[in-house]
């Protein structure tokens, strides 16, 4: 089974709106931490947020949120005030159970374009 | 802070060619991993070290696949001898263990292409 399922391909949102990326995860694990990163077209992978599954609030940094369900086992990243740089390839990661170091499984990104 | 350092950021060879790919990872951190991406698999695990051991090489797809890291400033990954389908984008990463909240810092990648 997947462990990191993004189910959006390509989405599409008009500049200074809001969207979000869907992100639902699978994992036996009590404690996990899930990331996302943005990748433009310039390839570098870009750290954006963090939530880990002990967290009891929602993450933020700046425009970015990430609306963590976890019952539903959804973490999904909140873009608000969408700006033409955010157009580029999103992943979602997880990092699975604890130990001094852990390998993050990303999932197949959602491709955002915003429009002027 | 320099980030994390790959070299080269492209690579183009002939097929049946010995390939290294090398990164340094930001100092201070203890885990360093590398990916591939492609069109096919998206983004994959390879290996990955912890205290410049390493811990998982699950991911290497075979025996042309070698990973290495001599000291905590350094590591490769190479490929030998090189084949078409290893064409792709490696990713090495690396990230301080002894925080949970900070997510893993990616190089710049290096773009490899087999002919």
């Known amino acids: 089974a997947q462990k990191i399922t993004q189910t959006q391909p390509g989405m599409f949102v008009q500049e200074k709106e809001a969207v979000t990326l869907d992100c639902t995860y699978d994992?036996?694990?009590?404690?996990?931490?899930l990331f996302w990163y943005k990748q433009p077209s310039s390839g570098e992978m870009i750290f954006l947020i963090y939530?880990?599954?002990?967290?009891?609030q929602n993450a933020t940094e700046g425009r970015y949120s990430l609306n963590f369900q976890k019952a539903r086992k959804s973490a999904n990243l909140v873009i608000s005030a969408s700006q033409l740089g955010d157009s580029a390839m999103y992943f979602c990661?997880?990092?699975?159970?604890?130990?001094?170091?852990?390998?993050?499984?990303f999932g197949s990104g959602t491709q955002l374009t915003v429009l002027p | 802070d320099a980030g994390v350092i790959q070299s080269p950021r492209h690579e183009v060879t002939e097929m049946g060619q010995e390939v290294t790919l090398r990164c340094k990872p930001i100092?201070?951190?203890?885990?360093l991993f590398w990916y591939r991406q492609t069109m096919m698999r998206g983004l994959e695990l390879l290996i990955y070290?912890?205290?410049?051991?390493?811990?998982?090489d699950s991911g290497m797809p075979e025996d042309r696949f070698s990973a290495k890291m001599p000291n905590a400033s350094f590591s490769t990954l190479k490929i030998q001898p090189s084949e078409p389908r290893d064409s792709a984008v490696y990713f090495c990463?690396?990230?301080?263990?002894?925080?949970?909240?900070?997510?893993?810092?990616f190089g710049s990648g290096t773009r490899l292409t087999v002919v």
């Open positions: 990463a690396s990230r301080d263990t002894g925080r949970w909240d900070y997510g893993y810092t």
């Open positions: 939530q880990g599954s002990y967290d009891e």
């Open positions: 990661a997880m990092r699975e159970g604890t130990g001094s170091a852990r390998q993050l499984t």
């Open positions: 100092s201070g951190h203890n885990s």
């Open positions: 070290f912890n205290n410049n051991v390493p811990i998982d």
């Open positions: 994992t036996s694990d009590q404690s996990y931490g």
